[in-house]
């Protein structure tokens, strides 16, 4: 059985030098605050910003690469995920 | 604040206080916030039989238009650690013929399987699951005799349906009564 999903109830804000979406898709946490494994924001638990421009916090993208099932895609739009080097 | 909302504040807010208590893990966090964020059409409800465990719970489907109408399907969800990197293990506890779900209630549904992905959230899975009873699908069956029927004549298949949600036999199978 197939179903297509239509709507996210994803919200985006515009800011400054941010990503586009204000919370990781996976954890659902804010990107001020950290992934559900870290307790400081910043450095020790950075953003990764991918080519396809979804963005999740570096910890939670590494845990669902490394899930088998995942076959190295974004987890919002199945384009292969890639991250642009600083 | 419905019965429904009441019972999910509260499932979130045993999670939250337990967070003193002893660590919560980053499942326990994920689905707390899709719990909280359910927003469920009337025909669907969520029940925690433990409220300190937001990792297990039942939702009920009473699909209010198609061939199951006026049925009242029961399904469990489980959660584990993994989550939201798996998908939640879903069941069906009763005995339904359906061509998507077999006799021992695994569920095929996409979302729930090869086209998981993390940013799918508890929503969009209930509202997957009641999709199944609006359109069943005779493609990619695990019920390959109920979807067969489908493939067949639907009028025969709409029959059998019925008869199996009254609690009787469709071919030498017999099923549990659904009806409210
Ligand atoms: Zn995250
Ligand atoms: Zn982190
Ligand atoms: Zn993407």
């Keep these: ?86 | 604040m419905t019965s429904t909302q009441k019972q999910q504040q509260q499932a979130a807010n045993n999670a939250e206080g337990g967070a003193k208590k002893k660590k919560v893990t980053a499942a326990q966090l994920r689905a707390q916030k899709d719990i909280a964020e359910l927003s469920l059409p009337p025909t669907m409800r969520t029940h925690f039989p433990d409220p300190d465990d937001i990792l297990n719970f039942e939702l009920k489907i009473e699909p209010d238009e198609g061939i199951y109408k006026g049925g009242l399907f029961k399904f469990t969800f489980s959660i584990n650690n993994n989550f939201p990197h798996e998908p939640p293990k879903v069941r069906c506890t009763q005995k339904i013929y359906h061509p998507n779900i077999d006799l021992d209630g695994n569920v095929c549904l996409n979302i729930l399987r090869e086209d998981w992905k993390p940013v799918l959230n508890l929503n969009a899975v209930m509202v997957g699951l009641q999709f199944l009873f609006l359109e069943p699908n005779p493609s990619d069956p695990l019920n390959k005799e109920a979807a067969e029927d489908l493939r067949l004549t639907k009028e025969s298949f709409k029959r059998n349906v019925r008869q199996s949600m009254q609690g009787g036999f469709v071919k030498s199978v017999q099923f549990d009564r659904v009806l409210k």
């Design chain 1, 1 to 86: 059985m197939k179903v297509t999903i239509k709507t996210y109830n994803a919200v985006a804000y515009w800011r400054w030098d941010a990503p586009s979406d204000d919370v990781c898709g996976i954890c659902r946490v804010q990107f001020d605050g950290t992934c559900p494994n870290c307790r400081f924001p910043g450095d020790d638990c950075p953003i990764l910003n991918g080519k396809c421009g979804h963005s999740f916090h570096l910890h939670c993208v590494n845990d669902w690469i490394q899930t088998e099932s995942s076959r190295g895609l974004c987890p919002m739009c199945r384009q292969k995920f890639e991250f642009e080097a600083e």
